[in-house]
């Protein structure tokens, strides 16, 4: 046995990086089993492996680093997940729950420090403030319920971010007065309000404007991930010179890249696979080798402080939680969900501690002593267990009811309101068939199990074959893209001697929706605007069709501007574009602005308060069409330019559409811009062609050949 043991603890970083990766892939399914939160499996095996353990592991630095970024990563990504125009609208709900978990914590776990445990004023404050922030450690959790924009979600982390804030400022201070190399007294706070105002303009200013430089130039996806990561640990590290935790910066960052990374991308799902299986894991099994189990059995003054410090302090912010959820008017499960995510307490209650070890308040005399030490340590094993535990019942709880009332509103809901959604992306051009399937990703629905498709239709002619191989390697391409997003995307390549009769027809076999393709980018090629089929596909084809040119990535726009032809609501495709574009705006979180008649803006605006409140959508009257030239001057670089357009005979169709390829070409040149051709009649699968309705117009008519042949006699003549 002797033998055996002076294999252990066990130093060789490959062995201990085996031993680690075999408890994130075993403890879920034990705790699976015995249906515990996986995250207390991570944090007990930590405790089973480590030093005060079994002795297992050595707690080597690699703890130390991947704890670190595990750490940063929950921050981040709760930065990253939260909704920022939900955050404005409820600013003072935030403000108040968050004043709430700090003080009240803080203040019952100082009183109880002082006249139970008998420590000295700064003893207790320090205590205090610990229990006063809080360590999201649930948070995984949220993201397997799809929860991270529910209210009482983001009101909890908004809510640590302030509590937390609070707590790191007051350590920050309790520093300067004991510490030995500080500028105590009056200048502590003018320094640190200076250097914490500088940092956060200097970021708000520079790293906006270094992302869109960078996403515009740099589509590769190793280096967007890895630049991403660069600006996480670029804000915790100044963070950590400014006198805060780095964990503050994490989260800032987050906060800061929130709109330029949408929740469906590939980017997004990389990083969330990346912390949530390795980083995220490791740092709460380093949490757990912290824990030293044995000093509870040195005796019951252990004991009695241990469950003082885990009483008082969870108890304060069950309090905070629950108070704050009745004065907001939230139901029970949310004020279960804001107690189970500011309840936990890990690596910054330890930080905390650590700063504490080294003040010294008299010669030989420090801040911390053993017993405070041991006391959070085990601490953080308790309120860990009860965050989890309260947060996956929480979550459950909203699931259900969410599922609920879901139901109900369906019952009631406008059946006008699109339910089916299957999304045909036809991909012609490499250039452009990414950012195709970019906008589909965003604006699918991902309730549904529709799964969306690419297709690419070759011309049977004597390069079929070679044009089909290009078709198929470039369709490789595009699921290789969507895999990264975890949506499983159908292909097909089909051959037609008409391209526009073979997205019909592929069309009409997979029962889709509606059709995304883009603008042909070849104009050496085709003169016309329209190209060679789009026409013919418009007019042969009455379900939606969005033809788009994007001249720089999607998350990089800043506003979506929309010009909505009068009637346009009468049409049977209205909701279905509004949906669509609502979701778009919603997932890039960017403002939407509305440009038609008032009667419908009105229409637009009920929608969009009903379905999408979280949009931020603006109104602005346009009461003739002839104005639509008029926009361009106010169209950015940074914007894409819709127009809501209607094939001939349509209720919202006038005149004046006939003139809008020449107006586009003339005034929106180089602009993001999207046309949209919606719904004609309805849900009905089959096209009608009858002696009133032809299949086929053409792109310009006789009478604009004659006006432009005038205009061009007038010029000559003034000539």
């Not at 205590?127 to 009482?152: D, E, K, V, W």
């Not at 169209?635 to 005149?655: E, H, M, P």
């Amino acid at each position: 046995m002797s033998t055996f043991a002076s294999y252990f603890p066990i130093t060789d970083p490959t062995l201990i990086f085996f031993v680690v990766l075999l408890i994130i892939l075993f403890a879920p399914i034990i705790m699976g089993k015995l249906r515990i939160p996986h995250i207390i499996g991570m944090v007990l095996a930590g405790v089973l492996i480590g030093q005060y353990g079994l002795n297992i592991l050595e707690r080597d630095n690699s703890f130390e680093l991947f704890g670190r970024v595990g750490l940063y990563y929950i921050m981040f990504l709760a930065g990253l997940e939260m909704d920022i125009e939900g955050v404005k609208k409820n600013v003072r709900d935030y403000i108040v729950f968050g004043l709430l978990t700090c003080l009240i914590p803080l203040g019952l776990t100082y009183l109880m420090a002082i006249f139970l445990l008998h420590y000295s004023p700064a003893a207790a404050f320090l205590l205090g403030c610990i229990m006063a922030s809080n360590t999201l450690i649930a948070y995984p959790i949220i993201g397997r319920y799809g929860l991270q924009r529910h209210h009482s979600v983001m009101l909890s982390v908004g809510s640590s971010m302030i509590s937390l804030f609070m707590a790191l400022v007051m350590i920050a201070a309790l520093s300067a007065v004991y510490g030995q190399n500080s500028l105590g007294g009056v200048w502590f706070w003018p320094l640190f309000v200076a250097k914490l105002a500088l940092y956060i303009g200097a970021m708000l200013w520079v790293i906006p404007h270094l992302t869109r430089y960078f996403l515009r130039r740099y589509s590769d996806a190793v280096m967007q991930f890895i630049f991403v990561l660069a600006v996480m640990f670029l804000n915790a590290a100044l963070t950590d010179l400014i006198g805060l935790e780095g964990i503050f910066g994490a989260f800032f960052s987050g906060i800061i890249l929130n709109r330029y990374i949408p929740r469906m991308s590939a980017l997004m799902n990389r990083l969330e696979f990346i912390g949530n299986a390795l980083f995220i894991p490791y740092f709460l099994i380093g949490v757990g080798m912290l824990i030293n189990v044995r000093s509870l059995f040195h005796g019951v003054h252990v004991l009695w402080i241990v469950g003082l410090i885990a009483f008082f302090g969870t108890f304060g912010k069950a309090v905070a939680a629950y108070l704050s959820s009745l004065l907001f008017r939230l139901p029970k499960a949310d004020g279960h969900m804001m107690f189970g995510l500011t309840s936990a307490h890990a690596a910054g209650a330890i930080a905390m501690v650590m700063v504490g070890m080294r003040l010294e308040v008299a010669p030989g005399v420090f801040l911390v002593n053993d017993d405070m030490l041991n006391g959070v340590v085990l601490m953080i094993l308790v309120t860990c267990i009860v965050s989890t535990l309260m947060t996956e019942h929480a979550a459950q709880q909203i699931v259900i009811s969410r599922q609920h009332r879901d139901a109900h509103a369906l019952a009631g809901s406008d059946t006008r309101a699109p339910s089916s959604d299957r999304i045909l992306i036809s991909v012609k051009y490499p250039e452009i068939a990414s950012q195709l399937l970019s906008l589909a990703l965003l604006v699918r629905n991902h309730q549904t199990d529709q799964l969306p498709i690419a297709l690419n239709v070759v011309y049977d002619d004597a390069n079929a074959n070679d044009n089909r191989e290009q078709g198929l390697h470039l369709l490789e391409q595009l699921q290789r893209q969507a895999s990264a997003s975890e949506v499983h995307l159908l292909t097909q390549v089909r051959l037609a001697s008409n391209i526009a009769n073979g997205i019909k027809h592929a069309f009409r076999e997979s029962a889709c929706t509606e059709v995304i393709m883009g603008m042909h980018v070849h104009t050496s090629q085709n003169a016309k605007f329209w190209g060679d089929f789009i026409q013919s596909l418009y007019n042969g084809l009455n379900r939606q069709i969005m033809l788009v040119r994007f001249v720089q990535p999607l998350p990089t726009l800043r506003r979506i501007r929309v010009a909505v032809p009068s009637r346009a609501e009468f049409e049977p495709g209205f909701h279905r574009w509004l949906e669509r574009l609502c979701r778009l705006a919603g997932e890039l979180d960017c403002r939407i602005e509305f440009h038609g008649r008032g009667e419908s803006l009105a229409l637009i605006d009920e929608y969009i308060s009903s379905r999408h409140h979280s949009v931020r959508a603006e109104f602005a009257r346009m009461e003739h069409w002839n104005e639509l030239p008029q926009l361009a001057a106010h169209i950015a670089d940074d914007q894409l330019f819709v127009v809501v357009t209607a094939r001939k005979g349509t209720i919202s169709y006038k005149n004046a559409l006939d003139r809008l390829p020449d107006e586009l070409q003339k005034y929106f040149s180089g602009k993001n811009l999207m046309i949209i051709f919606p719904d004609q009649y309805g849900h009905q699968k089959e096209d009608r062609m009858s002696f009133t309705e032809a299949q086929h117009h053409e792109e310009n008519s006789i009478y604009d050949s004659i006006q432009r042949w005038i205009h061009s006699r007038q010029s000559a003549n003034e000539k």
